[in-house]
């Protein structure tokens, strides 16, 4: 092997990515896949590499839960939980990753990852070179030596911290890095489901290091220890030993490889790129300014670059030119609107490209409010006058900040390409080029900038790289036009989603008034209950402290109330949600301080954060309806999101009372779907006792609990019907044993066993999900009722988890699907209607089932007739939709 000076880096995948995996707050992709422990993962590994600099890189995997340390102990690892599958469905994402980034990975049936790694750490000390092994397991603090370093994860993944054999001394009394195997052998590992000796602890365990030094000393002079503690040691001395042996890293692991293959000079950029694309993490992608890679531009691979010099375009500064444009105004066909900042409300215009087949005009945005540009106007306000474009919805609501009008809007290349594919990773023009092999261009990140990184190029970059957007968009408009022919779209494009933009735009455009002072003196009641619930949490702590720091909380309900707890770390006890739900029957101060973290919460976010969106001129918040991000067709809002106002509690559906209408007198109209989704899977499932239900109007979840149970009506409690409740809902969005079981608090079996329960009492459904499935497996893809694909890659992926994943996806899209293009064909009808009947009433927002309107009292019969009813027939299904129908003055009391 070879002997230069290297630096190793060892990384234990499995225990990385676990810890990732309870430290990261849920994260999916928008294919629906969990994300959050790649991500977390990622970070940390970009976070070590930068900080240790290694010359060689290994992540180690443990290849199967049976290793040869079950030949001696069956029990060995036995108490672990089966992982969930939103965690195992991310192993495959994790390797590809890994792949991504030019590392070696290895894993050996029969060993674990740390054998792997304590193998390749001594290796490394035998020739002269340094190690260092990341983990979140304490065992590898065994392999420390003056060669190699251990850090363990701390605070998830977000922190190391590093051990040396000094540092292990300071911290254990005293042991050597050997020790920690004698250390574990008296007292176990309950994790690892390695016995010890009953009643020892750390402590003991320590004290009796001290005095023998190895677990084989202590059992010889069993006899001078005094006490329990000496009987204990005499009962279970086989114990010991064989607990030692468990713990002990197996360092001769029988590996075919070199140094030279586990060298790492740094990564591919495209490769890389593509790989954190495919994941969405823009966020890294902007870290590590990957943006250019694996787009064909700035010397990246993939599709060939367009040349700017063979772009044909004419800068728009002279009178001659603009006499050119008007001329070709009537030939033109295509318009891009640039423009910079997140918010189409508040974004800045920067140019202006109209094109027609030959030629591409750009004008700056400074010129359009000018005299000359009144054609201009004309043209790009003129119904009549078809245009081709990318995000003309955002490009509409850039242009009303300047008072200038868009419509004529036809065809949208970032619209239609969503709709082909709602998963598609890189929906940007460039994305989109490369996909369809076509010529490709800059993306935007690589000309601009991003973030604070902004800055405009010179003029002629700019011109150009305008004019190479409207020749990307007239290269994709063609063959995405005929992809949605092809795919039975076409409908779906033309008479919902591209109608609806433009009804999405009027909304946003139009706002919805907020009225500050009322939600300041919400602010001012929930600042009241916030100072009662901390000075009640305080009572019963019997001291003050930082209710929002977790190490001061986490002593006062586990060190001073003796609330029950897991083990204590470094870092201190773990005071997330989940654990004080649980915590909540042992005390009440749990709920008080959920209660206050809520209330902290309602304010901080919803209360301040809407305060800052009113606008001054005209009193209202202008949110922002993305139709291209959910890949179930669902409408996202943003600048700020107003779906997100919770409405669970009291406190937040309080927060609506700041919605009213525009106009004194007026009243605010909200109807909401009833249950659509469930009346969406009775329809698709045919199952006769979901239909019955709805048919005859009965409570759904009374029903289920009636035949999950087997009772009568009055026999359902509300524990029963919560538990129904749940599992109905659960089955609506493909949730696993573990999901429900976190949702009810109750083991993953008997979640488990109420699904079967649920499956066997209504037949229907059962039956759905089965074909469901095959037939995603023989067209590689589901559609909602209306159309709507979406396509399944790994549904026959050999790879359990991904295909798991895949098959769950292939059960909820057409459900949720459907609903999701119900509402919006409600939303086109229901505008429809409001202009043929000349209506003063206004569509003010869509929140999820629920859509909100200001009516004026004189109209308000005709709203409340015509409004449920145009929801109930916006599709038919074998059940009836139903739309619940409230009046108020102002949001909440329209509830």
């Known amino acids: 092997?070879?002997?230069?000076?290297?630096?190793?880096?060892?990384?234990?995948?499995?225990?990385?990515?676990?810890?990732?995996?309870?430290?990261?707050?849920?994260?999916?992709?928008?294919?629906?896949?969990?994300?959050?422990?790649?991500?977390?993962?990622?970070?940390?590994?970009?976070?070590?590499?930068?900080?240790?600099?290694?010359?060689?890189?290994?992540?180690?995997?443990?290849?199967?839960?049976?290793?040869?340390?079950?030949?001696?102990?069956?029990?060995?690892?036995?108490?672990?939980?089966?992982?969930?599958?939103?965690?195992?469905?991310?192993?495959?994402?994790?390797?590809?990753?890994?792949?991504?980034?030019?590392?070696?990975?290895?894993?050996?049936?029969?060993?674990?990852?740390?054998?792997?790694?304590?193998?390749?750490?001594?290796?490394?000390?035998?020739?002269?070179?340094?190690?260092?092994?990341?983990?979140?397991?304490?065992?590898?603090?065994?392999?420390?030596?003056?060669?190699?370093?251990?850090?363990?994860?701390?605070?998830?993944?977000?922190?190391?911290?590093?051990?040396?054999?000094?540092?292990?001394?300071?911290?254990?009394?005293?042991?050597?890095?050997?020790?920690?195997?004698?250390?574990?052998?008296?007292?176990?590992?309950?994790?690892?489901?390695?016995?010890?000796?009953?009643?020892?602890?750390?402590?003991?365990?320590?004290?009796?290091?001290?005095?023998?030094?190895?677990?084989?000393?202590?059992?010889?002079?069993?006899?001078?220890?005094?006490?329990?503690?000496?009987?204990?040691?005499?009962?279970?001395?086989?114990?010991?030993?064989?607990?030692?042996?468990?713990?002990?890293?197996?360092?001769?692991?029988?590996?075919?490889?070199?140094?030279?293959?586990?060298?790492?000079?740094?990564?591919?950029?495209?490769?890389?790129?593509?790989?954190?694309?495919?994941?969405?993490?823009?966020?890294?992608?902007?870290?590590?300014?990957?943006?250019?890679?694996?787009?064909?531009?700035?010397?990246?691979?993939?599709?060939?670059?367009?040349?700017?010099?063979?772009?044909?375009?004419?800068?728009?500064?002279?009178?001659?030119?603009?006499?050119?444009?008007?001329?070709?105004?009537?030939?033109?066909?295509?318009?891009?609107?640039?423009?910079?900042?997140?918010?189409?409300?508040?974004?800045?215009?920067?140019?202006?490209?109209?094109a027609t087949p030959e030629r591409s005009y750009i004008v700056s945005y400074e010129q359009l409010t000018g005299p000359e540009a009144a054609k201009l106007r004309e043209w790009l306000a003129d119904e009549g006058a078809a245009k081709t474009g990318y995000d003309l919805h955002r490009a509409e609501l850039v242009l009303a900040r300047s008072g200038i009008v868009l419509r004529g809007q036809q065809f949208d290349v970032q619209l239609a390409a969503y709709l082909l594919d709602p998963t598609e990773a890189d929906p940007s023009l460039a994305g989109l080029l490369q996909r369809h092999g076509l010529r490709t261009i800059p993306p935007d990140e690589a000309v601009y900038g991003k973030g604070a990184k902004f800055r405009l190029p010179g003029p002629d970059a700019l011109r150009a790289h305008l004019a190479a957007k409207a020749g990307a968009v007239r290269r994709l408009a063609k063959p995405l036009a005929e992809e949605l022919d092809e795919s039975g779209m076409r409908t779906l494009y033309y008479e919902l989603e591209q109608p609806l933009a433009v009804i999405l735009a009027g909304m946003e455009k139009l706002g919805i008034t907020t009225k500050a002072e009322a939600l300041e003196e919400l602010g001012k009641e929930f600042q009241v209950g916030i100072e009662s619930m901390m000075a009640s949490v305080h009572r019963h702590a019997g001291m003050e402290f930082n209710i929002g720091s977790t190490k001061q909380l986490g002593e006062v309900l586990f060190d001073k109330l003796g609330l029950p707890s897991g083990r204590k770390t470094k870092t201190g006890y773990s005071t997330d949600a989940e654990v004080l739900e649980r915590l909540a029957p042992y005390h009440e101060i749990v709920q008080l301080i959920l209660n206050y973290r809520t209330l902290t919460k309602l304010q901080s976010t919803y209360i301040e954060g809407l305060l800052k969106e009113i606008r001054p001129e005209d009193g209202k918040i202008h949110t922002f309806f993305r139709q291209t991000i959910a890949a179930t067709g669902r409408l996202s809002s943003q600048f700020p999101n107003l779906q997100n106002i919770p409405i669970r509690l009291e406190e937040g559906r309080q927060i609506r009372k700041a919605f009213v209408p525009s106009e004194a007198?007026?009243?605010?109209?909200?109807?909401?779907?009833?249950?659509?989704?469930?009346?969406?899977?009775?329809?698709?499932?045919?199952?006769?006792?979901?239909?019955?239900?709805?048919?005859?109007?009965?409570?759904?979840?009374?029903?289920?609990?009636?035949?999950?149970?087997?009772?009568?009506?009055?026999?359902?409690?509300?524990?029963?019907?919560?538990?129904?409740?749940?599992?109905?809902?659960?089955?609506?969005y493909g949730i696993s044993d573990y999901g429900l079981s976190q949702n009810l608090n109750i083991t993953r079996k008997e979640a488990g066993d109420f699904i079967e329960q649920y499956l066997s009492a209504f037949p229907g459904v059962r039956r759905y999900m089965d074909d469901i499935k095959e037939q995603a497996r023989r067209d590689g893809y589901v559609t909602t009722l209306l159309g709507r694909r979406r396509y399944l890659p790994d549904i026959k992926a050999s790879n359990f988890n991904l295909r798991s994943f895949a098959e769950r996806t292939a059960m909820n899209t057409p459900i949720q699907g459907t609903a999701a293009d119900i509402i919006k064909f409600a939303m086109v009808r229901m505008d429809e209607a409001l202009k043929s009947r000349k209506l003063r009433s206004r569509m003010l927002l869509q929140v999820h089932d629920e859509l909100v309107f200001e009516v004026p009292p004189e109209e308000l019969e005709t709203m409340k007739a015509i409004v449920p009813a145009i929801m109930a027939e916006a599709f038919p299904l074998d059940v009836p939709l139903k739309a619940d129908v409230n009046v108020g003055t102002n949001w909440y009391e329209a509830k």
């Open 665 to 732: 007198g007026w009243l605010i109209l909200a109807a909401d779907y009833s249950q659509i989704e469930l009346r969406v899977l009775a329809h698709i499932s045919g199952d006769e006792g979901l239909k019955e239900a709805f048919r005859n109007e009965m409570d759904i979840h009374t029903k289920t609990a009636m035949d999950v149970f087997g009772v009568t009506p009055e026999q359902v409690d509300s524990n029963m019907r919560r538990q129904a409740k749940a599992v109905n809902f659960g089955i609506v």
């Open 1 to 354: 092997m070879e002997t230069d000076k290297q630096k190793v880096l060892l990384i234990d995948g499995n225990s990385i990515v676990n810890r990732a995996f309870y430290a990261m707050p849920p994260l999916t992709n928008s294919s629906g896949l969990h994300t959050n422990a790649v991500f977390g993962f990622t970070t940390m590994l970009l976070k070590v590499i930068e900080e240790e600099k290694p010359t060689h890189l290994l992540v180690a995997f443990d290849a199967g839960k049976i290793t040869f340390r079950h030949e001696g102990y069956a029990e060995y690892k036995g108490g672990r939980q089966k992982t969930p599958p939103e965690l195992s469905e991310q192993f495959p994402l994790l390797k590809e990753l890994i792949g991504a980034f030019s590392i070696r990975q290895f894993e050996l049936p029969g060993y674990e990852a740390d054998d792997i790694i304590g193998t390749l750490a001594r290796l490394a000390e035998e020739q002269g070179q340094t190690a260092t092994i990341v983990s979140g397991d304490k065992d590898m603090l065994q392999l420390a030596s003056d060669g190699v370093t251990v850090l363990l994860t701390r605070k998830g993944v977000s922190e190391v911290e590093r051990f040396t054999p000094d540092e292990i001394a300071r911290q254990y009394d005293g042991l050597t890095p050997n020790q920690i195997i004698d250390l574990k052998g008296l007292m176990g590992d309950t994790s690892d489901n390695i016995p010890g000796i009953p009643g020892i602890g750390p402590k003991t365990a320590l004290k009796l290091l001290a005095d023998y030094g190895t677990v084989e000393n202590v059992l010889e002079h069993a006899d001078e220890i005094k006490g329990k503690v000496g009987d204990n040691v005499r009962s279970h001395a086989d114990s010991a030993r064989m607990s030692k042996k468990l713990a002990t890293i197996f360092r001769e692991v029988p590996m075919d490889w070199t140094w030279e293959q586990l060298a790492w000079s740094g990564y591919e950029a495209d490769k890389l790129a593509a790989g954190l694309r495919k994941l969405e993490f823009k966020s890294l992608i902007e870290r590590l300014d990957l943006y250019a890679a694996g787009t064909g531009a700035a010397g990246g691979s993939g599709a060939e670059a367009e040349p700017a010099e063979l772009l044909v375009y004419q800068a728009v500064e002279n009178e001659a030119a603009w006499a050119k444009l008007n001329g070709d105004l009537q030939a033109a066909d295509l318009v891009i609107v640039e423009s910079h900042g997140d918010n189409p409300h508040q974004s800045e215009g920067i140019a202006l490209a109209v």
